[in-house]
């Protein structure tokens, strides 16, 4: 008679690899299913200790707990489920911007992302091979991009507080690719100075003044010759 102290099938099968109890090529098919068929067995018995152990007060297994925002993402199945999602995510992330809570603000503007990335636009040359619920209308694309090219905003800005350039450049050549911003030519042509791409840098600001010639941000930078 063997006893096994408080192990899983799992932990049982790992610590007889290479033992003399391993069941090889030389096992039969019928000692191969009766030897499954014993740790399934050890295995119930063991859940219902670790029960008995729990309900009298005793060690118990530790669960893994999800968060509420990771428990939600899993039922949100619908397209009009996952745009109404970004959105609250967003509203949620610029309250945390508000509060200078740059950490959690970034977390949220990240799930905002996720959210939407895989929709397709109309234009989209994927549109076409798109299920259903990825495919956007006019309207939904509008409202998508408007989400996304201020979502990036924000985060460009938050990683030139933290002075991370390169994502602050990144960041803002995204939120550009939907639309071209003063915001978003004014923050990345700063990422660019940090980053010492002094051209670059200089093209985004002018680039500002075309868009906004009273742009007092740019006016007082050295760099540019008014």
Partial sequence: FF?????????????????????????TWGQQIAF????????????????NQQQQ????????????DERKSKSFETKEDKLNEALRLKAEGNK?????????????????????????A?????????KKEQRLSEQETEQVNELLY????????IDLYNKNW?????????????RKTVKGLYRRGQAYLELNDVDLAERDFKEVLELDPNNTDVQALSLIHI
């Fill in 122 to 130: 109309p234009d989209s040359e994927y549109y076409k091979y798109a």
């Fill in 150 to 157: 201020t979502t990036y905003l924000n985060m460009s800005q």
């Fill in 3 to 27: 006893f096994f102290k408080q192990k899983t099938a799992y932990e049982m099968l790992r610590s007889l690899v290479g033992s003399e109890m391993c069941i090889r090529d030389r096992s």
């Fill in 36 to 51: 499954y068929k014993l740790f399934l067995i050890m295995e119930e018995e063991h859940k219902g200790d670790a029960s």
């Fill in 57 to 68: 007060g005793g060690p118990s297994f530790r669960v893994i707990e999800q968060s509420e």
């Fill in 166 to 178: 390169r994502k602050a450049r990144d960041r803002a050549t995204e939120s550009l690719k939907i």
């Fill in 96 to 120: 945390y911007f508000k509060e200078q809570n740059y950490k959690k603000a970034l977390a949220s503007y990240a799930k905002v992302v996720s959210f939407v990335k895989f929709f397709q």
